[in-house]
T-cell receptor
């Protein structure tokens, strides 16, 4: 059983559309991180959220951390083909060990 | 951001041989590093925590005698896959947190193919 439930598993959209990826858990996390991974490469850190209710923006990407620090979402506005990749959420619970969600494969069609 | 390197990026070996993968933190020191395994189109599975100067901590179900981890310095951890078999073929990735932060930085991964 995965500690972090990530949804949807796959997402295919047209360039210019918006998308949201969700990461939910029954556990409280001290921090939650979002990564993007391209085939054959390691994950690249996009953002870290640590405060309940926190919202962070990174250009067209908006990240939210739930008030109770159990869930998070990633919203991409006006998606571009360069946003294609595997998006992973990962939570830390007081130590450095990360629990990963199953990942969301995002495909943005030109 | 911090940089983590891995070597080699790809390796092919024959069944029964051993393979060593290196993970280096290039611009920071890491007392802890993590080793993950990833199957195609799946998420990362934590294999073990590498601790500088002490024994590694393995996750449940990971054979410590098969996946030997050594963390000899503050910038280098190695994973040795001993007596490799085709089912060990996978993408192996390491990561390291920077000091005082939960943020982890990942290496580019090593594709191991056992024939």
């Amino acid at each position: 059983t995965q500690l972090l439930e990530q949804s949807p598993q796959f997402l295919s959209i047209q360039e210019g559309e918006n998308l949201t990826v969700y990461c939910n858990s029954s556990s409280v996390f001290s921090s939650l991180q979002w990564y993007r991974q391209e085939p054959g490469e390691g994950p690249v850190l996009l953002v870290t959220v640590v405060t309940g209710g926190e919202v962070k923006k990174l250009k067209r990407l908006t990240f939210q951390f739930g008030d109770a620090r159990k869930d998070s979402s990633l919203h991409i506005t006006a998606a571009q083909p360069g946003d294609t990749g595997l998006y992973l959420c990962a939570g830390a619970r007081g130590d450095y060990k990360l629990s990963f969600g199953a990942g969301t494969t995002v495909t943005v069609r030109a | 951001g911090a940089v983590v390197s891995q070597h080699p990026s790809r390796v092919i070996c024959k069944s029964g041989t051993s393979v060593k993968i290196e993970c280096r933190s290039l611009d920071f020191q890491a007392t802890t590093m993590f080793w993950y395994r990833q199957f195609p189109k799946q998420s990362l599975m934590l294999m073990a925590t590498s601790n500088e100067g002490s024994k590694a901590t393995y996750e449940q179900g990971v054979e410590k005698d098969k996946f030997l981890i050594n963390h000899a310095s503050l910038t280098l951890s190695t994973l040795t896959v001993t007596s490799a078999h085709p089912e060990d073929s996978s993408f192996y990735i390491c990561s390291a947190p920077t000091s005082g932060s939960y943020e982890q930085y990942f290496g580019p991964g090593t594709r191991l193919t056992v024939t």
